[in-house]
């Protein structure tokens, strides 16, 4: 079983900055993508950021200048850097892993349970 595990949320002013973290954690072989996506209240959820194991990275345009992903292979664990947060960021934010190649070599999709951000004006 491969679990993730979103850590940073919380509440922030206008214009401040949060870091999030993602560790994989359980049986597994590998992780190439890894990503941030969030929900906001009342909408669907988006696409914030991918990184591959190699340090490629994909962001949306709304996000790129402000966001920063990261990764730290060693300790599977994916980071978002979040600068100039606005009131129109809060969403609980959650950390995604398209394709986990697991133990029985096959690729299965995790997701974490979330983290709530709220940026207040």
């Known amino acids: 079983q491969v679990q993730l595990v979103e850590s940073g949320g919380g509440l922030v002013q206008a214009g401040g900055s949060l870091r999030l973290s993602c560790t994989a954690s359980?049986?597994?072989?590998?992780?190439?993508?890894m990503g941030w996506y969030r929900q906001a209240p009342g909408k669907q959820r988006e696409l914030v950021a991918t990184?591959?194991?190699?340090?490629?990275?994909n962001y949306a345009n709304s996000m790129k200048d402000r966001f920063t992903i990261s990764r730290d292979n060693a300790r599977n664990t994916v980071y978002l850097q979040m600068n100039s947060l606005k009131p129109d960021d809060t969403a609980v934010y959650y950390c995604?892993?398209?394709?986990?190649?697991?133990?029985?070599?096959?690729?299965?999709?995790?997701w974490g349970q979330g983290t709530l951000v709220t940026v207040s004006s």
């Open positions: 995604n892993a398209p394709g986990v190649l697991t133990t029985a070599r096959v690729l299965v999709p995790v």
């Open positions: 359980g049986s597994f072989l590998s992780i190439n993508v």
């Open positions: 990184i591959t194991s190699t340090g490629s990275t």
